[in-house]
T-cell receptor, first 114, second 110 residues
Framework: GDSVTQMEGPVTLSEEAFLTINCTYTATGYPSLFWYVQYPGEGLQLLLKATKADDKGSNKGFEATYRKETTSFHLEKGSVQVSDSAVYFCALRLTTDSWGKLQFGAGTQVVVTP | DAGITQSPRHKVTETGTPVTLRCHQTENHRYMYWYRQDPGHGLRLIHYSYGVKDTDKGEVSDGYSVSRSKTEDFLLTLESATSSQTSVYFC?????????FGPGTRLTVL
């Protein structure tokens, strides 16, 4: 079945360090891919998305490129801040799914220290 | 902000009691979803809805039922709560190819 695999956390970084969170997927067809972020005590917010191969999503200094050949959608940020401490979720949506259901990874907690 | 509210935000209940969680949206979205969030599992889909009285089961629907008698309200009911249903519950709506989430309800079943 369709699935999303994320690297396990927590990932602990110092401020201004480079962040990478790996995400790979298994899906029939060509899904749309998403990164959501959840700050402490809050709901999920869409961070970025990509809908086809080689698309790059970007927002708030974060980037992810849809790589069909490696079935990956890794999230990167060049210089993290303490305010980036959160849980990050990778998710996919099959384009053939008329209900728009999402399949989520387990989430990766990121802790940024001053 | 997609105009989604959830109530209550926090609830503590006892095993065997019925519980209803409410999701309310103000922008007439057709698609609505209920998820539960548990450590190590991410978010898992419980039920979803296309419109009034049009609902279907997700991957973890056992022990849950839903109702949607108005477009703006999507109710999730635990008929007889169990400790395994202690979780954080999120409602979402779909706009285009993107889902937007409510603030969540933290439910504890003792």
């Amino acid at each position: 079945g369709d699935s999303v695999t994320q690297m396990e956390g927590p990932v602990t970084l110092s401020e201004e360090a480079f962040l990478t969170i790996n995400c790979t997927y298994t899906a029939t067809g060509y899904p749309s891919l998403f990164w959501y972020v959840q700050y402490p005590g809050e709901g999920l917010q869409l961070l970025l998305k990509a809908t086809k191969a080689d698309d790059k999503g970007s927002n708030k200094g974060f980037e992810a490129t849809y790589r069909k050949e490696t079935t990956s959608f890794h999230l990167e940020k060049g210089s993290v801040q303490v305010s980036d401490s959160a849980v990050y979720f990778c998710a996919l949506r099959l384009t053939t799914d008329s209900w728009g259901k999402l399949q989520f990874g387990a989430g990766t907690q990121v802790v940024v220290t001053p | 902000d997609a105009g989604i509210t959830q109530s209550p935000r926090h609830k503590v209940t006892e095993t065997g009691t019925p519980v209803t969680l409410r999701c309310h949206q103000t922008e007439n979205h057709r698609y609505m979803y209920w998820y539960r969030q548990d450590p190590g599992h991410g978010l898992r889909l419980i039920h979803y809805s296309y419109g009034v009285k049009d609902t279907d089961k997700g991957e973890v629907s056992d022990g849950y039922s839903v109702s949607r008698s108005k477009t703006e309200d999507f109710l999730l009911t635990l008929e007889s709560a169990t400790s395994s249903q202690t979780s954080v519950y999120f409602c979402a709506i779909s706009e285009g190819d993107t889902q937007y989430f409510g603030p969540g309800t933290r439910l504890t079943v003792l």
